[in-house]
């Protein structure tokens, strides 16, 4: 017999757990299709199988379910499935949890200590002709990118060293090299990160270890065509309180922030340290080199948006006092000094995405998501709480916006990129949206240009996707090759 999950904001309305695998064909469509989108979206959610060992837990622990919807000549199907993990084998075949605090193994079933404690429930990525279920606190596991069947671990052949993987890559689209890292990478609270980057054909061809100044949640890194940028803000992990029983995360606002940038022509040796007050970001938009200068686009804020991370540092923060604006950090490589400047590009927010087309270098747009109380209330929908209502398209260089809001009903998911072929024509976004009325998940699809105008087709799903976390677009053609 199965306990019920806790009444808790991770377990419950649209974050109740949903453990479905299915299939589902021929979904139906409103309004008009593209012709020219034909490809693959696969998203990475959370989802545990059974309520948590020690009652309590955070969304982000959840096994990783990897969902697809395969756009093929004007059909879309959807698969999901969970990933064969470990952690969810030993669950399965015990029938119940065996994992205690997240990212902490020293309170695990003492059937499993030692085992494969990774979820891989954060970003599914296609690169070298493989599909990779990430999460940073493990390595990638590998899944088949059309019948979603998990393969195995995959270490790049036993050559990575780095006991971890980045759930956020960086692809050159000039080479087709994937750049990413590992932190922790020597082990738990290590404060060892290992820089690495894999050949377009997914062969690992440089790996580069250094330390940072303390050992930080680094979800997230950002690559120009020149420089690769390192940074680390003070949420942090302590060996002796993880040994202890404790949270392996903290938010310790009196540490400082750093950034090292090295030159990817050269050496983790030649990193260079920036420093500067306490802030938090999860994901970056886009970096690029201009002469001396290095440009780095993010939602950047004054806490770590996670509760049970605050809590964790005893920091009680209301919500009005949380602050943020979208912004550009320039690094000046020609003055002495560690600190940086900063310029407001946009009101606060998150998830930010670009075409692909434009990663690493000057770029004119990208696309991010905000919370905005005037389009409605809060809605839970995924690991932070209330679920972000607002897609903004934003100008770079001009800060001019436009806004695509939900209903007050609605919330939205992670919104992909989707290049056109038409000339001139900027592509569209993709993204799921949570009905929390009628508990069930819809596809938009808008033009990104446009996306102000709303969708130009809507493809409905018959049952609520538990919210995931991540998502991309794999172009048909370059499935074709592998599958
Ligand atoms: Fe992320």
Redesign the pocket.
């Known amino acids: 017999m199965t306990t019920p999950f806790p009444e808790t904001m991770d377990f419950n309305g649209y974050n109740a757990p949903s453990r479905v695998e299915c299939d589902v064909f021929d979904l139906v469509v409103e309004g008009n299709l593209p012709a020219e989108i034909n490809g693959s979206w696969y998203q990475c959610a959370p989802d545990p199988q059974y309520p948590p060992m020690l009652g309590q837990d955070t969304y982000l622990s959840g096994d990783g379910m990897v969902r697809l919807l395969r756009f093929q000549d004007g059909h879309v199907d959807l698969k999901q499935r969970y990933i064969r993990t470990q952690r969810f084998k030993n669950e399965r075949h015990a029938r119940r949890s065996l994992h205690g605090l997240y990212r902490n193994p020293y309170t695990d079933d003492p059937s499993v200590r030692g085992q494969g404690r990774g979820a891989n429930n ?2 599914p990525i296609f690169h070298g002709g493989r599909l990779l279920a990430l999460k940073e606190d493990s390595r990638a596991v590998e899944v088949h990118p059309e019948t979603l069947e998990t393969i195995g671990d995959w270490d790049y052949r036993g050559r990575l060293r780095s006991e971890t993987m980045t ?2 890559t960086r692809l050159d689209p000039e080479t087709g090299e994937l750049y990413f890292f590992g932190y922790e990478a020597s082990g738990l609270a290590s404060r060892d990160v290992a820089f690495c980057v894999a050949d377009a054909n997914g062969e690992l061809t440089r790996e580069e270890w250094f330390q940072v100044p303390y050992c930080s949640m680094m ?2 890194f950002a690559v120009s065509r020149e420089h690769v940028i390192f940074p680390v803000f003070p949420t942090t992990a302590d060996l002796d309180r993880i040994k202890k029983g404790g949270p392996h995360w903290i938010w310790e606002p009196g540490k400082d922030s750093f950034v090292g940038i090295m030159p990817r022509a050269g050496t983790v040796s030649d990193m260079r340290w920036f420093r500067g007050p306490a802030r938090s970001a ?2 970056f938009m886009n970096a690029h080199t201009e002469g001396n200068r290095v440009h780095l686009d993010f939602g950047c804020g004054n806490v770590n948006p996670f509760p049970f991370i605050r809590e964790a540092g005893g920091i009680q923060v209301r919500p009005e006092e949380m602050k943020g604006n979208f912004v550009r950090w320039t690094f000046d490589l020609s003055k002495r000094g560690e600190t940086w400047d900063e310029q407001i590009l946009g009101p606060s927010g998150d998830l930010p995405r670009i075409a692909e087309k434009d990663f690493m270098k000057a770029y004119q747009v990208g696309y991010y998501q905000a919370f905005d109380p005037e389009v409605g209330p809060p809605l839970i929908a995924g690991p932070v709480g209330a679920g972000f209502n607002t897609i903004l398209r934003l100008k770079v260089a001009s800060g001019e916006l436009k806004r695509l809001p939900m209903d007050q009903r609605s919330t939205a998911q992670e919104h992909a990129h989707i290049p056109s072929r038409v000339p001139g024509h900027e592509g569209y976004l993709l993204f799921l949206v949570d009905r929390h009325d009628e508990f069930l998940s819809e596809a938009f699809i808008v033009e990104a240009e446009h996306l102000d105008r709303g969708p130009i087709a809507r493809v409905k799903i018959p049952l609520r996707l538990r919210v995931g ?2 998502g991309n677009w794999v172009p048909a053609a370059a499935l074709r090759q592998v599958v």
Do not use: K, L, N, Q
């Open positions: 954060t970003t759930a956020h979800h997230d999860y994901h976390v991540h």
